[in-house]
């Protein structure tokens, strides 16, 4: 294939800005911020997981003190109710029948009462965890809001540099011939990205292997406007005044 010695230096420029922009879409997938994200996200996971334990705990005790006090309210009402008959009866059996069972639930709303501010205790107690616990997920929530606006703010600045870049090599790819540019395009698939490269001091600058030998003499004796290719990595050659041949 023949082309320009100009139009040979071109493929460089588009070489070096597809090496950017593979560079910048690297940066982007790997930032730091992703693997701190993700940890994060597992933090908040193993958080929320936890708040819920300790608010189903909490609950739990919620509606074991709901039923106390439901116990306690019907054993008031009739200890009332006792009061009441015991004060409007004259019965001497009666009387002795309603101070007993007044006598029995009393003992019965003691009990109860002390159960009752042991159960208050352990709600006092579970509150607080979950307190604790919310105010963890709260942080980690801070902590996950301001590394994913850190993290948005790179990749909107690597966004705008790709952008920049894509339009740059837009231009130059638009002075390339198409048969050129097919062949470039071809062997930066084959090549993993690396398709063209300068030939200094005798070097390949794509794969830093030194031409010796014979294909030396072949890369020498080969017309400028002649497109040569590296006999080790297959990238264009490109030569200039720095190629020491």
Do not use: W
Not at 33 to 38: C, D, T
Not at 86 to 108: G, N, P, W, Y
Not at 110 to 123: H, K, M, P, S, T
Not at 172 to 183: E, G, Q
Request: proline letters at 2%; hydrophobic letters at 40%.
């Amino acid at each position: 294939m023949k082309a320009s010695p100009l139009q040979q230096k071109e493929l460089l420029r588009l070489q070096a800005l597809d090496i950017k922009v593979l560079q910048i879409r690297h940066q982007s997938k790997s930032l730091a911020a992703h693997a701190e994200l993700a940890a994060l996200n597992r933090e908040a996971e193993a958080s929320r997981m936890k708040l819920l334990g300790r608010t189903g705990e909490l609950d739990d005790v919620r509606t074991e003190l709901g039923r106390i006090e439901s116990d306690v309210e019907v054993v008031e009402k009739r200890i009332s109710r006792d009061t009441d008959r015991l004060q409007h009866t004259s019965s001497v059996k009666d009387i002795q029948a309603l101070d007993s069972e007044i006598a029995s639930l009393k003992k019965r709303l003691f009990d109860l009462e002390e159960i009752e501010i042991a159960v208050l205790e352990r709600q006092e107690e579970h509150e607080a965890a979950v307190a604790v616990v919310t105010q963890e997920r709260d942080a980690i929530a801070e902590r996950v809001s301001a590394t994913e606006s850190a993290r948005d703010e790179v990749l909107h600045d690597l966004t705008r540099q790709l952008g920049e870049l894509t339009r740059d090599r837009a231009a130059v790819a638009a002075t390339i011939p198409d048969d050129l540019a097919t062949l470039y395009e071809r062997l930066r698939i084959s090549g993993h990205g690396n398709a063209a490269a300068l030939l200094r001091a005798r070097t390949c600058s794509g794969c830093t292997m030194t031409i010796t030998g014979s294909d030396l003499a072949d890369v020498r004796q080969a017309p400028a406007d002649e497109v040569i290719f590296c006999p080790d990595c297959g990238a264009v050659l490109v030569r200039t005044e720095e190629s020491g041949i």
